[in-house]
């Protein structure tokens, strides 16, 4: 079992993307987290940040991390759920690292303090129930797409001035 969740730690720390299967939904849905002191963190709910109905109010999801250069399932396990209560120590650890990964931001200021009164922090510990272990491509999550979310870039990509274009973009 400890190779399984060394497993578990060295994907998720590669990954800034899971699949979570939520309780009551026909697909899985794609999450960024944080992995942290044997744990990936998610933030859910609020205005602008990813929808993921059904996760506040979970006991286990199951979780899976693909690989992120064939896109093959790594692992499948169950994890246990728990919200990360502000004002608390592990919500004063927590909050500042996944404001340092949440990159496409409206806006960085107050963003913790807006997390506190609209969003969820949970906390995903794997437990010792694999539901799938490393294994080869999996069908399942070869024709999944994103479900649109309001917690995407917020323009367009920067452009590059002054530079050569390539035969390729002309």
Request: charged share 25%; glycine share 10%; aromatic share 6%.
């Amino acid at each position: 079992m400890g190779e399984l969740k060394a497993l578990v730690e060295e994907a998720a720390k590669k990954s800034g993307l899971m699949w979570l299967h939520l309780p009551g939904l026909a697909q899985p849905r794609a999450a960024w987290h944080i992995w942290h002191d044997g744990a990936a963190y998610v933030l859910t709910g609020g205005e602008g940040e990813q929808p993921l109905p059904g996760l506040p109010e979970a006991d286990r999801v199951r979780v899976t991390l693909r690989s992120k250069d064939k896109g093959g399932r790594l692992v499948s396990f169950v994890a246990a759920c728990e919200q990360v209560r502000p004002g608390t120590d592990l919500w004063d650890e927590v909050t500042p690292l996944l404001a340092k990964e949440r990159l496409n931001a409206p806006t960085h200021e107050g963003q913790v303090e807006r997390w506190a009164a609209e969003s969820y922090v949970i906390r995903l510990s794997p437990t010792d129930e694999v539901v799938e272990a490393p294994g080869g491509y999996d069908d399942e999550y070869a024709g999944v797409r994103p479900v649109p979310t309001p917690a995407a870039t917020a323009g367009p990509p920067p452009r590059l001035m002054g530079g050569r274009r390539r035969r390729a973009d002309r």
